[in-house]
C-alpha cells in the first residue's frame, strides 16, 4: 500500500454494466491534481464524451477523497463527486461536496476513490471491504426509506460499516435527489441520487482496517487547535424554548431539545444542529435529525434572515467563520474596530409571507426530505414557496392536483413529497422533474414569471415584484444571492455572487459563499460593475473553492482569508509536501481551467450561454430596490474575462492560458474542436 | 474503584451525559489514540470506540474499563511480556513481545472487546491494542485533552459532570 501524498494508493473503476472492476493507481493523478475535485475533474476530461445525458450509462459518478482525508486534520473528512447533474438545467457536469465517515473508511478499505459507470442489470449495492469490492443485490433495500436503508446495511455488514444510500426519490429518478451518509450528511447539489437510481445502485457500503499515515503530526495537531479556534468546552443539550429568527419565531411548547454535531470524520467543529425528539412524517416514534441553514425555513418563512455586512466583508479584527453560526459560538464584536458598527449594522430580510411557522409541520418535511433522499433546499426555497406563492396568485385554479394545495397543511405537505418522489398523478411525473424543467413544462410565462405581490422591503418600507419561481440559473433556486427574499446582500456582494454562479454550473453558495475584507469593500462598493479589485476577489474566492475541494477541507472553516496558507498548511502536514498557499492558488487554477474545458468540450459553453443564464436573476430588485443593467453588467464580464485571460467574445480561455498552467494538452484538443479564441 | 454488576474497575474513560455535553460523533477520540500511539489514524489501531447512532446520532464512546481482576491480562500466553500490569495497576500492551493471538481480545468481558486487534497478513505486525491510559504522557490521556466538546473524563476522582453534584 502506498501512502503517496496522503493517500493509499488506488482508485476503483466500478463498471456496472459488465461487472468488471479495476484499479489506477493513485499517484497517476496525485502528483500534478493533488486530490478531490481537481482528479476528478482530469478524470472526467480524459473519459467523458460529448452528448452523455445524466441517466445514461455512460454518465460516469467519480468520487475522490482528498490528501487530508482519514488524516485527523480536521474537515478533511470531505468528499467529492462529480459527473453529468440531472438537476442541472440544462444537463451539465457538476460536482457535489459529502461529508460523513465513508470518505475515511475507504482509505481504510485501501481506496482513495472510485469511479461508477454502466448500470447494473437489478438492483445493486457495491460492498468494499479491504481492498475487495463486490457487487450485491439490493432486492432487500430497493424500496427502502434512507434511515431504513443505512440500518439494514449495518445488520448485513457489522455496525462499524460504512454506507452512502439513496432514497425512494433517488430509485425513481427524482431529479433533486441527494445521496445520504452518516449524520445526515448528504451531496444533495447535483441530483446524484438520481444518477444512482438510473444505474439501479442503491448504496455503496465500506468496511476497512487499514490505516492512513499523515506525515506531520506534530502540525497536524497544531491545526487541530487552531483551525477556525475550537471551542474546546462542554457543548450540552439545551432545552430551547423558541425556534427560528427574524419573524419566523415561534414558542415552542415545552421546548425542543438543540445539541450540535459534527459532520466528517476528525473535524474539530460540530456546526451541525441536532434537534432532538421531532415529530416524524412517518411513524408516531419521535425522532432526531439535523438542521443546517435551509432548515430553519422549513419551520416558517414570512422573512427572509436579516443580513449583516460581516457576513461578507471582514476585517483582521471582526470575522469569524460560517462553522460558529449553528452551534452559536461566534466571537462579540470587537468594538475596537472602527468599522465594527457598519459590520454589524443588521440589514433585514423582506417580509415574504410564504408560510407561518409551524414547528410540527417543519419537522415533518425534513423528515421526508431526510428520509426520501431530496435536496432540502429545492424542497423548502423552491417547490414549497412556489406553490404558496402561485396559489396566492391564483395560478392553481385550472390544475387538480388531488388535494387542495396549502403549504401550511401538514398533510398536504407529506402528499407533495410523496407525489414528486414516487411520481404520481398527473402533476407527479412533472414535478419529479425539479422545478426548473416543470416551470418549462407547465408553460415559464404564466408558471415562472408571473408576479407574486406579497413581497414588501422592510430596509425601503415598500413593495417590490418577486417572480413566482425562485429560479437563479443552471437549474438551481436561488441560495442567499441577496436579492431581499434570499439574503439582503449589498449590490457589490450579490455581482460577486453573480460572477462565481455565472462561470459555474450550480448553486455556488455552499462552497464559493463570497469573503473579501472590508477595505476593499469601500474601494468598488461606490462603482462595482468597474472594480478590478472585486473582479480580483471574486478570482480569489473561487480558487479558494477549488483548493478546498481539492485538498480537502470544509467550506464552513474555508476561506479564512487573514490565513491564506491554511489549506496548504494542512496539505503539508497530510501528505509531507512544501506548498504555499500561493502555489495552491495555482493548483486551484488548472482545476477551474480543465473545469471551464469541461463545460466548453462537452456541454457548448460559451460566453452569451452564461451570462443570459444568470442575468434575469440580477434584474429582480433587491431589498434597496436596485437591479442590474445588461451594459453594465457585461462591463462587469469583460473585466472578469481579461483577469482570467479568457476572450471577451466566447468566454473561451486562451492559448497561452491553458500552457500557462500546464495544460497545453486540453488546449490541444480544445483546438482542433475549433475551441480556443481565434 | 467503581463497581458493575459484581465487577470492580480501575480509572477509566467516561463518557458524559449530554446534559453536560453531547458527543459530536467526530471521532477525534479515535483519531487522536492512534496518532499519538501508533502515529496513523487506522480503525484496527484505536483504543477507545464511538459506537455511531446511525438514526438517532447520538453516539456512544466503548472505552477499556480497566477491570480490577483483569481478564485480559489472564487470557495472555505471554503473561508479564507481552501483557503487562504497571506501578499503577494499569494493564498495559508491551507490543513488541505481543503475538496478536488475539486472546485478551476475546477474554473481554464487553461486548464489543474494549481491546483491538490490527490485523495483517503479516503475523508480526498482529498486534493487540488496549487502552493503557497514556500511562507514559504526564499530560494523560490524549482522547480526554483532545476531545472539542470535553464529553471525555478519567474516573477516579469527581467528573466534571458531577463538580454541581459536589456540595449537595
Avoid at chain 1, 488 to 511: C, F, N, P, Q
Wanted: proline share 5%.
Amino acid at each position: 500500500m502506498s501512502n503517496t501524498y496522503g493517500y493509499v494508493g488506488k482508485i476503483a473503476r466500478i463498471n456496472l454494466t459488465t461487472g468488471e472492476i479495476t484499479t489506477i493507481p493513485t499517484e497517476k493523478y496525485a502528483a500534478d491534481y493533488i486530490g478531490g475535485r481537481e482528479i476528478c475533474n482530469r478524470i472526467f476530461w480524459e473519459n467523458a464524451k460529448p452528448g452523455t445525458g445524466a441517466f445514461d450509462p455512460e454518465n460516469m459518478l467519480i468520487y475522490m477523497t482528498g490528501p487530508t482525508t482519514a488524516t485527523g486534520i480536521p474537515t478533511g473528512g470531505r468528499s467529492v463527486f462529480t459527473g453529468i447533474s440531472p438537476a442541472s438545467y440544462p444537463e451539465q457536469y457538476v460536482w457535489s461536496g459529502i461529508g460523513g465517515w465513508l470518505g475515511a473508511e475507504l482509505k481504510f478499505a485501501g481506496f482513495d476513490g472510485f469511479i461508477i459507470e454502466g448500470r447494473a442489470e437489478k438492483p445493486t449495492y457495491i460492498y468494499i471491504e479491504d481492498g475487495d469490492i463486490q457487487l450485491l443485490p439490493a432486492d432487500g433495500l430497493w424500496g427502502l426509506l434512507v434511515h431504513p436503508t443505512q440500518k439494514k446495511l449495518e445488520e448485513i455488514h457489522g455496525r462499524k460499516v460504512k454506507s452512502m444510500v439513496i432514497g425512494p426519490a433517488g430509485e425513481n429518478l427524482m431529479r433533486n435527489a441527494s445521496i445520504t451518509t452518516s449524520n445526515d450528511s448528504v451531496a444533495a447539489k447535483g441530483g446524484f441520487g438520481a444518477v444512482f437510481g438510473s444505474k439501479n445502485l442503491k448504496a455503496v457500503s465500506v468496511l476497512g482496517t487499514g490505516a492512513v499515515y499523515p506525515v506531520d503530526i506534530k502540525k497536524l495537531f497544531e491545526l487541530r487547535l487552531k483551525m477556525a479556534n475550537p471551542a474546546m468546552r462542554p457543548s450540552p443539550v439545551k432545552l430551547e424554548p423558541t425556534h427560528g429568527m427574524d419573524g419566523n419565531e415561534i414558542p415552542v411548547e415545552g421546548g425542543w431539545l438543540r445539541g450540535q454535531v459534527a459532520c466528517s470524520h476528525g473535524c474539530n467543529q460540530h456546526c451541525n444542529r441536532l434537534m432532538m425528539n421531532m415529530k416524524s412524517a412517518f411513524s408516531d416514534e419521535r425522532i432526531n435529525q439535523v438542521e443546517k441553514c435551509v432548515g430553519i425555513f422549513a419551520y416558517g418563512y414570512k422573512e427572509d434572515c436579516s443580513w449583516s455586512p460581516i457576513q461578507n466583508f471582514e476585517t483582521s479584527k471582526n470575522h469569524f467563520l460560517p462553522c460558529k453560526m449553528l452551534s452559536m459560538e461566534s466571537p462579540e464584536p470587537d468594538f475596537s474596530d472602527p468599522y465594527a458598527p457598519e459590520l454589524f449594522k443588521q440589514v433585514r430580510g423582506d417580509i415574504v409571507d410564504f408560510w407561518k411557522p409551524d414547528f410540527d409541520k417543519g419537522s415533518v418535511m425534513m423528515d421526508m426530505c431526510n428520509e426520501y433522499g431530496i435536496d432540502k433546499w429545492d424542497v423548502i426555497v423552491w417547490f414549497m414557496t412556489w406553490l404558496s406563492m402561485c396559489k396566492k396568485e391564483g395560478l392553481l385554479e385550472d390544475m387538480d392536483f388531488g388535494m387542495e394545495v396549502d403549504v401550511e397543511n401538514e398533510e398536504f405537505v407529506k402528499y407533495f413529497l410523496d407525489m414528486i418522489t414516487y411520481r404520481r398523478g398527473k402533476y407527479g411525473p412533472i414535478f419529479a422533474e425539479g422545478m426548473a424543467r416543470a416551470v418549462r413544462t407547465l408553460g415559464k410565462e404564466k408558471y415562472g414569471d408571473s408576479i407574486y405581490h406579497g413581497r414588501y422591503s422592510q430596509m425601503i418600507g415598500q413593495r417590490l415584484d418577486l417572480p413566482v419561481s425562485l429560479e437563479a440559473a443552471w437549474g438551481h433556486s436561488f441560495h442567499w444571492q441577496g436579492r431581499g427574499f434570499e439574503g439582503s446582500i449589498y449590490k457589490a456582494g450579490w455581482l460577486a455572487h453573480t460572477l462565481e454562479l455565472m462561470t459555474s454550473t450550480r448553486d455556488i453558495m455552499t462552497v464559493a459563499h463570497f469573503h473579501d475584507d472590508y477595505s476593499n469593500y469601500l474601494e468598488y462598493k461606490d462603482d462595482p460593475y468597474h472594480s478590478k479589485k472585486l473582479v480580483e476577489s471574486v478570482i480569489f474566492n473561487i480558487l479558494k473553492a477549488e483548493t478546498k475541494d481539492t485538498v480537502t477541507c470544509c467550506e464552513w472553516q474555508s476561506p479564512d482569508i487573514y490565513w491564506k496558507d491554511m489549506e496548504a498548511e494542512m496539505l503539508n502536514a497530510a501528505a509531507g509536501t512544501d506548498l504555499t498557499g500561493d502555489d495552491l492558488e495555482h493548483q486551484a487554477m488548472r482545476s477551474f481551467l480543465m473545469f471551464r474545458a469541461i463545460l466548453i468540450r462537452n456541454f457548448g459553453r460559451t460566453r452569451k450561454m452564461e451570462v443570459e443564464a444568470v442575468f434575469p436573476a440580477i434584474t429582480i430588485p433587491d431589498t434597496f430596490g436596485e437591479v442590474a443593467t445588461w451594459e453594465e453588467f457585461n462591463d462587469l464580464v469583460d473585466i472578469y474575462y481579461d483577469a482570467l485571460g479568457w476572450d471577451r467574445e466566447t468566454g473561451w480561455p486562451t492559448r497561452e492560458v491553458y500552457e500557462k498552467y500546464g495544460l497545453s494538452d486540453i488546449a490541444d484538443e480544445l483546438e482542433a474542436l475549433g475551441k480556443l479564441p481565434n | 474503584m467503581e463497581k458493575e454488576e459484581g465487577r470492580t474497575f480501575g480509572r477509566h474513560i467516561a463518557q458524559s451525559p449530554m446534559e453536560y455535553s453531547l458527543c459530536a460523533g467526530c471521532t477525534t477520540c479515535e483519531i487522536v489514540c492512534t496518532l499519538t500511539h501508533d502515529g496513523l489514524v487506522s480503525p484496527s489501531y484505536n483504543r477507545i470506540f464511538v459506537d455511531r447512532g446511525t438514526r438517532s446520532m447520538i453516539h456512544t464512546i466503548l472505552s477499556c474499563q480497566h477491570c480490577s481482576d483483569h481478564p485480559c491480562y489472564n487470557a495472555c500466553p505471554k503473561k508479564d511480556e507481552a501483557m503487562r500490569i504497571d506501578e499503577n495497576g494499569i494493564v498495559y500492551v508491551d507490543e513488541e513481545n505481543c503475538i496478536g493471538c488475539g486472546l485478551c481480545a476475546k477474554a473481554c468481558v464487553f461486548e464489543p472487546s474494549r481491546i483491538n486487534m490490527v490485523k495483517s497478513p503479516d503475523r508480526k505486525k498482529r498486534k493487540a491494542k488496549k487502552c493503557d491510559m497514556c500511562r507514559n504522557d504526564p499530560e494523560g490521556p490524549a482522547c480526554v485533552r483532545w476531545c472539542p466538546v470535553k464529553c471525555l473524563a478519567v474516573t477516579g476522582g469527581t467528573l466534571p459532570w458531577e463538580e454541581d453534584k459536589k456540595d449537595e
